[in-house]
């Protein structure tokens, strides 16, 4: 079933709505400080040792590690999630 541009939108609105509350800032995941990310929504221990694990087979920097992250604290605010889920890790 594709979704409608309409509800697309919705979830933008609704998801930059909760970037907002989170930062107290008109900020995006994208230009947010790192550490701030960090604290507002920690990745579990699980999480990060799954993702340590993908960045040494794929040689990653932890600049590509910290854009997974913050790429994942995005989808999972589009779906929905306030804290990020593993599958928007993956």
């Not at 594709?2 to 230009?31: G, M």
């Not at 400080?33 to 507002?40: D, P, R, S, Y």
């Amino acid at each position: 079933m594709q979704e409608s541009s309409i509800a697309i939108r919705n979830r933008v609105e609704t998801a930059r709505l909760r970037q907002f509350e989170r930062y107290q800032l008109e900020i995006t995941n994208a230009k947010v400080q790192f550490e701030k990310i960090t604290q507002t929504s920690p990745i579990t221990s699980e999480q990060q040792r799954m993702l340590t694990n993908v960045a040494v087979k794929q040689n990653w920097s932890n600049r590509v590690q910290i854009k997974i992250i913050r790429l994942a604290r995005t989808i999972s605010g589009l779906t929905g999630e306030n804290k990020i889920t593993d599958n928007a890790i993956w």
